[in-house]
């Protein structure tokens, strides 16, 4: 069986959350595998929200900008093609208000 995600969406108290429940029980019954990712859960496949995107320049000026934080953000950048990502949700998260929000 080939990957596959399914999305649950939906206003504030619809159910998406009980959905989503149901769906992975039904699919673990049925034998096949499966896994739950809530919103707010860091490891969310299909969540953008706590992301940067950035260019070459516009990553460099950024460690020029926080030289406190050049280790960090280097190691923790992710580059595909000509594009730099930084999960600056999950750095927060890890560091709290040693991490400047800016």
Known sequence: MKSK???IE?????????????????LTEMNLKSQLFLEGNL???????G???FKKNEF???LSTHEKFKDLLSH???????NYFLEYRKIKNEYGSSFPDE
Request: aromatic letters at 4%.
């Open 5 to 7: 995600l399914v999305l």
């Open 43 to 49: 490891e969310h496949p299909a969540d953008y929200d």
């Open 51 to 53: 992301v940067a995107r």
């Open 76 to 82: 923790r950048m992710i580059k595909q093609g000509d």
């Open 10 to 26: 939906g206003l504030p108290g619809f159910g998406k959350t009980t959905t989503a429940q149901l769906v992975h029980e039904i």
């Open 60 to 62: 460099d000026e950024l």
